[in-house]
């Protein structure tokens, strides 16, 4: 009989399970949006700070989140806990999407969910780099929700940085397919919702896709780290383009003494489409660089410690180079419209 587990544990496995998250995510919003439950479940109301003029539902967890969960629990059954700390989450955050929650209550789930899992799986490591670990998966969760706000962005970088995981994780000198299956599952939904959500976006993400996406990207990492399928700073390589956007803009708002948690457009992305790229434009840019950090994240693995923080350096000063010229567009492009007569 032929041995559908190690079948199922291989290239070819991977690559069904992602197409088959693809289509049954782009099902269930295809028939939310074709019913119009999309829009009694959530819906985003621009704002003066929103990049959209148009009402839009936000529903994307609703495909992603489900598709995900049950691929997860059925295929990598060892990622149970995983999985229902991320359910929780989404629960949470489907709230704050319907009604509005406190930030303390949105925080309070964010570290609940973090702290479980870290004390569920420990890694062989003193107790204050756990806390470091903790403290970056919170960020990596908030992060991935500020930067969801721009067509195609969020999902693309589900989509680029979840295939990198699943990648790495079949290629690596200590393997996991395992994981390899439950970030091909994240991979497949994201491209279902980005059917949907590459501009014109008829879904946002929302809350309940974004927290959930955010832990997941830190779980995963902290999974395959602690299982030594990866180094520690790969995790930070496959995500970096949302990395350093948040955390930059959060250090400048900081420094202004700014109410760091208020909505606001000054992101990277969000100055890219208001300088008159739009979103398309910069959806488009942003994969090309996730692209070619998850490509020198994979080509950095398996090298010696020198040239693995020799291919860290050289995306560092490249993401900063490209923060800069995002910099000097942005304020030309407010010179321009300050010269410009008032009516």
């Not at 403290?135 to 295939?163: E, I, P, R, T």
Request: aromatic share 14%.
């Amino acid at each position: 009989m032929p041995d559908y587990d190690n079948w199922l544990h291989s290239w070819p496995g991977v690559l069904l399970l992602a197409v088959a998250s693809a289509l049954a995510c782009a099902a269930i919003l295809g028939a939310l949006l074709k019913t119009g439950l999309a829009w009694r479940l959530a819906t985003d109301i621009p704002n003066d700070r929103s990049l959209h003029v148009r009402p839009t539902p936000r529903v994307g967890g609703w495909g992603i989140v489900p598709v995900c969960l049950v691929a997860i629990v059925l295929a990598v059954p060892s990622l149970w806990l995983v999985a229902a700390c991320a359910f929780f989450l989404a629960a949470v955050s489907q709230l704050d999407d319907r009604r509005g929650l406190p930030a303390r209550v949105r925080f309070a789930a964010h570290f609940v969910a973090v702290v479980v899992l870290i004390v569920a799986y420990p890694a062989t490591a003193p107790w204050w780099v756990l806390a470091c670990i903790a403290f970056l998966m919170l960020w990596l969760v908030n992060l991935y929700n500020f930067m969801d706000g721009s067509d195609g962005l969020a999902g693309g970088m589900a989509l680029f940085g979840f295939g990198g995981y699943a990648l790495a994780s079949l290629m690596s000198v200590h393997p996991a397919p395992e994981l390899a299956l439950a970030c091909a599952a994240v991979v497949g939904a994201a491209a279902g919702f980005l059917y949907f959500n590459f501009h014109p976006a008829r879904i946002f993400l929302g809350d309940a896709g974004s927290i959930p996406l955010g832990f997941l990207a830190g779980a995963f990492g902290y999974w395959g780290w602690r299982s030594g399928t990866w180094p520690d700073w790969f995790p930070a390589m496959a995500f970096a383009p949302f990395i350093g956007d948040a955390s930059v803009t959060l250090a400048r708002r900081l420094a202004r003494g700014e109410k760091v948690w208020q909505a606001h457009r000054e992101h990277y992305y969000q100055r890219m489409v208001r300088s008159g790229m739009g979103h398309a434009r910069t959806a488009l840019c942003w994969y090309a660089v996730m692209f070619t950090g998850v490509i020198l994240a994979l080509s950095a693995l398996g090298r010696t410690a020198a040239i693995q923080w020799s291919f860290i350096a050289v995306w560092v000063v490249v993401l900063v180079l490209i923060g800069a010229a995002i910099d000097s567009r942005w304020r030309r492009f407010q010179a321009t419209v300050s010269e410009q007569p008032k009516v």
